[in-house]
């Protein structure tokens, strides 16, 4: 680990100085945000904003000792990555999360089900998401009907349970 | 010995075949509802619990206790095939737990997790049984300061799953402190780091953080990887069952953990996930192969898996000797108390002796059940892990947002877990272990509490902190585990603890 | 039997229909007071056959005004919705500057209330409410109170004996905890001067004689309870922590006549007197013009003390 090839030490590693500043983007919110609390410490002298100012200034350290590391190149190798899989997944809890209360339970996440195994290579949407859909609905029917777990409902479970 | 009597009597009860039957519909439920990613037991026996009103008081006692069990083991389960913990206090068993699983060594830790879960829950119910007012005694005098010496001793254990690189752990830990910041102050009430939203006023729940760090970041992970063979989960390879090698490894880290997790989750404010993380930290410094540690080490689960079950029970020393809930669980139970006509408190072991016996004796039962449940279903659980990768991750996916939807259908929740599941694939990527956010969110806000009632108490005096002599051992004790790591590191002995040494600079 | 519990579970999976009748939520996790509200009224609403399903929803945080605010925007108009509440919504309304108050839902109706207790721990020094007035007075710092969340009912309640007692009310010690049960544990370990909650609370406790009872805040004397109204130790403090239900905005005056006299008919059920007594809550049950007008005055006077206490400017 200690041991650098001469080449990589000269290397700057970007995305780590990216990481840096985002520690110390955090580090400043922190600090803007506790300025503003009303001092409020007591009898204790420590106030509501004591504790979140020492996490800041330990960040703003952190995000220091980043920048080294990151000018050593002393992160480790990053594993090479296939993007479209990632943004197949990130899709599917995204359209979740935006059809949960329109579509219902089911539905949702039948779209999340076919999107998350297309990102493992079940390139056929037509029949993953009918699958996922009815995979879901069983689940919704067990975890709600039985078990009484409260999960958004929509047309789909509307319609089998009011009309059986 | 009116005890023991008691205590027959009442096995005596709960040993009926009807009884039997309640107690394995109670452990079944319980597994199945306990067994979802965000779901802990609290929710678990909140929405289980009128299924138990139609019974007689005994056959409901011992569904409840079924369900209470059941709902605590059930996350550990999810935890070791899936690396998705069902709740705070199993996040620890899919550090190691989820290694092994990898390796195909999923049925050995399935095994030592139920087994050791069995055996804590034995003694940490004995202990209940017939030492509870006096543990009840010794609680009582940890007060803010002492509490504040133990949260800063659990933080000095989180260094243990920092990884290769301190300053990577200690980023993970900040960014976890920071995160534990927002959400209105309890001392104060005022609202910090929410910026007006609503819903960042209660904080960020931990359950739905761990389950997007854990779950999604890993689904992320993985799905990303442009050599898929190279993580290929292996099934089973060897034995499903703990080999002569397990077992000597596993009974004594189950002993400690039980009593590690008993008396801290005897505390009032101790919580259960502090006992994983002080059996976590214990195993690894005395394990003879700690280079095993963050590979996969059959101790890492055994010990917290003790740890946390035995707390659970540990919980029912303030409630049933004092009246305490001193966890949501706890709080649950006590207004399922209340329907049998129990009122816990003082004198309840005093006025209500068959009903207090018959829940210890049913504890006992519901805990055999539970084995009896899932020793053999391992082998079905295991194969869960040949389903092919895509129903896999998608059945992941599935089962992690049901348990988010479950606990809190909002879509503010879901935007999280969409969030953090990002920020997890991230750090992954640049290796930056999971474990220290997690254990900062949690720890944050309770030492934070303690330190600030302990100085208000003592009017500004900063000095209180180490006058009590628990206190100071604690902390004697926290400075210890940071100083001489440093000291064997500088005479060139620590290569393995090298990574407790930066942890202070 | 075994036939009974298999198809109780088959009947259930069978025989509940999709749809609730009524969805309570419950604004705090499972287990607080308003999550057992919300839950004894599903059980008797059930099993009373007043509404053939009831399903419960736990929609914690900041004090109820996260689930107050979740509620009134998306049940506008649903005569189905119900929300459980009570007197630590109103204070933490104005502590976090909650958007949403009690304004934009239906207030239906009182349901229980309890009254707040101070104690101290059996071993402390202080026999009687005017012992501890007079620490008080001496150094408001060095009586340091146990109690419920910060701008809670317990917080307001001391700041009403300070403000009552003469001592300036921000130089208060409040030391806040987040359950019933912490705040017992640390007045029982000696940890803090006095400890202040519901009496229920604190019930078994002074009967085993582990704590000692100095005042109740109630307007009369309270059954059972050995120790005087504050009103009685001459400060003019009355205080009672109730808990309500109340349903969604928007609604017609028939749909409102309809859930109240659903409630009413669960208030006055045998089953829900039963209940109430199971848990030690009392009956405090209050409706229409005269609830309205019982909630405008908490309302006014937890402004004046929030602000007194220095939590609201």
Known sequence: MSVNEPQKQRRRDTAALVIAA?????????????????????????????????????????????????????????????????????????????LLHVAGFSIATGILFAFTARAFGKRNLAMTIPLGIVFAFAVWAVFSQLLMLHLPAGPLEHLIFRGA | MGAFDFLMQGLATAAEPMMLLYALIGVTLGTAVGVLPGIGPALTVALLLPVTYRLDP???????????????YGGSTTSILLNTPGESASIITALEGNKMARKGRGGPALATAAIGSFVAGLIATLLLAFLAPSIVKVALVFGPREYFALMVL????????????????LTSLFLGLALACVGIDQLTGQARMSFGVPELLDGIEVTTMAV????????????????????????????VWMSRSDWARSWKPWLRGTFLGFPIGAMPAGGAEIGTFLSYATEKKLSKHPEEFGHGAIEGVAGPEAANNASAAGTLVPLLTLGLPTSATAAIMLAGFQQFGLQPGPLLFATNPTLVWGLIASLLIANAMLLVLNLPLIGLWVKLLTVPKPWLYAGILLFATLGTIGANP??????????FGVLGYVMRLFGYPIAPIVVGLILGPMAEQQLRRALAISQGDWTVLVQSPIAATLLGIAALALIVPL??????????????????? | MKQFVLASLLAGSVAMPAMADYTIIAPANPGGGWDQTAR?????????????????????GAGGTIGLAQFASQNKGNPDALIVGGYVMVGAILTNNSPVSLKDVTPIARLTGEYEAIVVPAASPIKDIAGLIESLKADP??????????GGTDHIAVGLIAKAAGVDPTKINYIAYSGGGEALAAILGNQVTAGISSLGEFDAQIKAGTLRLLAVSSPERIAGADAPTLKEAGLDVELQNWRMVAAAPGLSDEQKAKVTADVEKMVKSENWQKQLADKGWSDTYLSGADFDAQLEKDVTSTGTVLKDIGLVK
């Open chain 1, 22 to 98: 985002g520690l110390a983007v955090v580090a400043g919110v922190m600090l803007w945000d506790s300025a503003r609390l009303a001092d409020l410490g007591g009898y204790s002298g420590v106030g509501p904003a004591s504790v979140p100012r020492v996490v800041a200034y330990g960040l703003l350290g952190l995000s220091v000792w980043t920048v080294f590391a990151a000018l050593k190149g002393d992160f480790p190798e990053r594993p090479e990555q296939n993007v479209p899989p990632v943004l197949w997944i990130i899709a599917g809890l995204a359209a979740q999360l935006l």
């Open chain 2, 212 to 239: 997007a760090m854990f779950a999604i970041g890993e689904a992320l992970f993985i799905a990303g990887q442009k050599n898929q063979q190279d993580d290929e989960v292996t099934a089973v390879k060897g034995s």
């Open chain 2, 410 to 419: 909002s879509s503010f929740e879901l935007g999280m877990l969409l969030g």
């Open chain 2, 487 to 505: 000291i064997l590191r500088a005479r060139g002995k620590g290569q393995v603890l090298a990574q407790l040494g930066g942890d202070e600079d």
């Open chain 2, 154 to 169: 659990a933080f000095v254990t989180v260094s243990a799953a920092f990884g290769d690189s301190a300053l990577r752990g």
């Open chain 2, 58 to 72: 005994a056959g409901s006692l011992i569904m409840f206790a079924g369900i209470y069990y059941g709902g605590m």
């Open chain 3, 40 to 60: 004894t009224m599903q059980t008797v609403l059930q099993e009373e056959g007043i509404s053939k399903s009831v399903q419960v929803q736990n929609v914690p």
């Open chain 3, 141 to 150: 710092g060095a009586v340091s109170w146990a109690g419920g969340s910060a």
